[in-house]
């Protein structure tokens, strides 16, 4: 057997020997205890590198009481904004050095989030980010026990747990606010399933704007995020359009961008143009809807910022127990493309509400 074979991997008390200090001083640096010196830090910490030195886990574990692993609790993951804002979470983890565990929940109860949170707990997570798009699975999860820090995404901000959403009803407004500029006299809404707090908010944001406008309130139609809800909904809005009188839609704001795209081909099909007949816009900012034909006028969610906020907050509840409940509010952009302003050209505006993450306590 040659030499390389017999060779053992470099352990603790190899990293002490050769930096000249103690292996409790080993161990607090791979802790990063604030109670080292920074010259016997930076010569531990050259002995790991010249040892090729890798610290187990496990015993790591032991000493921090940390696992370096977080939970997340999500649902509806096929949809492009969950699926998104995981991917964000999941980025962010990784770039504080943090693992990430997903439970993917099937049906939003409170026992099936109860179950989700003790399998996580099973599995020494430090912290967990629930993503909780329906307002009763919030409220489940406040009645819940928390044997450690939780923060929500796109929850809402109503109840008293920390967490990170988008400013849905901002969006709303502004998308609404942006087709009336243009002279429609009227703008119809495809929402999304009532039961969703994003759905709400939009929905909400949408009605204040027309009320604020002086114009009535047309009864909105509701779809299920998908393109062929969209298309149905399409289909209701050029046969009101053809019909022609005073109330007849001129734009329309569907609540995500799959119904967007399905509003989108029902018109073409009905011989409806776009946006000259009727404008269309939608909300995610969807990559493919910028090659649609027209590209479509749509609300950005900037799912990284969500991301890297949601960790941010929770690693902070982890740092600092008894760090008093936060809520962070992201502004989303509007982007305006040709199927409302009937340019090919793609502009994006700030909401008046600022672009820059903004927290309260």
């Known amino acids: 057997m040659d030499e390389a074979g017999d060779r053992r991997p470099p352990t603790m008390a190899d990293v002490a020997q050769v930096a000249g200090v103690s292996h409790q001083t080993v161990s607090r640096v791979l802790s990063d205890h604030p109670n080292v010196r920074e010259a016997t830090r930076k010569r531990v910490l050259q002995a790991i590198a010249e040892l090729g030195y890798r610290p187990n886990s496990a015993a790591r574990t032991l000493v921090t009481r940390r696992s370096r692993t977080l939970g997340v609790v999500a649902a509806n993951t096929t949809l ?22 997903s439970v993917g929940l099937e049906e939003l109860t409170e026992h099936a989030l ?24 919030v409220a489940a999860l406040a009645r ?14 109503d109840l008293d747990v920390p967490g990170v959403a988008v400013d849905q009803f901002a969006g709303a407004r502004a998308i609404t606010e942006h087709l009336l500029s243009l002279g429609r006299t009227t703008v119809w809404h495809v929402a999304g399933p009532g039961e969703w707090i994003e759905a709400e908010g939009r929905l909400q944001g949408w009605r204040t704007a027309l009320e604020s406008a002086g114009l009535p309130v047309p009864p909105h139609l509701t779809g299920d995020w998908s393109p062929a809800s969209g298309h149905a909904a399409g289909r209701q809005v ?13 734009a329309v704001f569907a609540a995500n961008d799959h119904m967007a795209l399905g509003v989108v081909r029902a018109l073409h099909e009905a011989g409806v143009r776009m946006p000259e007949d009727v404008a269309v816009a939608g909300f995610d900012d969807l990559p493919e809807g910028a090659y649609i034909t027209p590209p479509l006028t749509t609300v950005r969610q900037d799912f990284t910022a969500i991301g890297r906020a949601g960790i941010d907050l929770l690693l902070r509840l982890i740092d600092e127990p008894g760090t008093p409940v936060s809520h962070v509010t992201i502004a989303p952009r509007l982007v305006i493309r040709a199927s409302s302003a009937g340019r090919s050209d793609q502009r994006s505006e700030e909401l008046r509400t600022s672009a820059r993450l903004q927290m309260s306590e």
């Open 80 to 101: 492009f904004g969950p699926a998104s804002i995981l991917a964000g979470l999941e980025r962010a983890a990784r770039q504080e050095d943090y693992l990430v565990a």
């Open 144 to 157: 819940l026990p928390q044997p450690f820090p939780i923060v929500t995404v796109e929850g809402g901000h």
């Open 114 to 137: 109860g179950k989700a949170l003790e399998r996580l707990g099973t599995w020494g997570v430090d912290g967990v980010v629930v993503m909780t798009p329906h307002r009763h699975t």
């Open 238 to 250: 050029a046969e009101a359009f053809r019909a022609g009188d005073a109330s007849r839609p001129t």
